[in-house]
T-cell receptor
Framework: ELKVEQNPLFLSMQEGKNYTIYCNYS?????LYWYRQDPGKSLESLFV?????AVKQEGRLMASLDTKARLSTLHITAAVHDLSATYFC????????????FGAGTILRVKS | NAGVMQNPRHLVRRRGQEARLRCSPM?????VYWYRQLPEEGLKFMVY????????ESGMPKERFSAEFPKEGPSILRIQQVVRGDSAAYFC?????????????FGPGTRLTVL
């Protein structure tokens, strides 16, 4: 059974600091997604990573994918309060594409 | 372009009743997915549908749950004889035809509470 493990599950950090969230998965896949969820809200797509070595950046967030290590990272640079949310990685294992297996999520709290 | 729409947003049912959750995909999207999110957990895949076809239902419980995506109208997730363990947020997502790599766009969810 595929496992998608995120760590840490909870992250409290000061504004201005840097940190990395890790997403490990246990099967072969070269399609990985990062989503953000605010409390009581739906999921917002952040990044789509489709090949080994893919790196994407948007604002203070940067995501990368190493398919050989089965590892994706979400790096936060100079955190601000508005980044407080739950971040999910999801691995696509579908035969037809788009069957996502989600990690448990990382709750990020940025303190001012 | 309106996003994925789900209704109702909140649904309360008593044990044994039926719950019907509706999802209208984004315009131009022909692929629909249903996920369930239990409190403090990630989303769990339930079913993947295209118009009039169930493509992958490997995440659907074997009993009481069914899903459809008719030629006309929204996709429906139906839960018969609900139990307290069915209480969760149910999210629908959609994606356009053709590109399997495209991200899924999620709706606001239906929060089901079973009393």
């Amino acid at each position: 059974e595929l496992k998608v493990e995120q760590n840490p599950l909870f992250l409290s950090m000061q504004e201005g600091k840097n940190y990395t969230i890790y997403c490990n998965y246990s099967t072969t896949s070269d399609r990985l997604y990062w989503y953000r969820q605010d409390p009581g809200k739906s999921l917002e797509s952040l990044f789509v990573l489709l090949s080994n070595g893919a790196v994407k950046q948007e604002g203070r967030l940067m995501a990368s994918l190493d398919t050989k290590a089965r590892l994706s990272t979400l790096h936060i640079t100079a955190a601000v309060h508005d980044l407080s949310a739950t971040y999910f990685c999801a691995v696509d294992i579908g035969e037809y594409g788009n069957k996502l297996v989600f990690g448990a999520g990382t709750i990020l709290r940025v303190k001012s | 372009n309106a996003g994925v729409m789900q209704n109702p947003r909140h649904l309360v049912r008593r044990r044994g009743q039926e719950a019907r959750l509706r999802c209208s995909p984004m315009k131009g999207h022909s692929h629909v997915y249903w996920y369930r999110q239990l409190p403090e957990e990630g989303l769990k895949f339930m079913v993947y549908l295209q118009k009039e076809n169930i493509i992958d239902e490997s995440g659907m419980p074997k009993e009481r749950f069914s899903a459809e995506f008719p030629k006309e109208g929204p996709s429906i997730l139906r839960i018969q004889q609900v139990v307290r363990g069915d209480s969760a947020a149910y999210f629908c997502a959609s994606s356009p035809p053709g590109l399997i790599e495209d991200t899924q766009y999620f709706g606001p969810g239906t929060r089901l509470t079973v009393l």
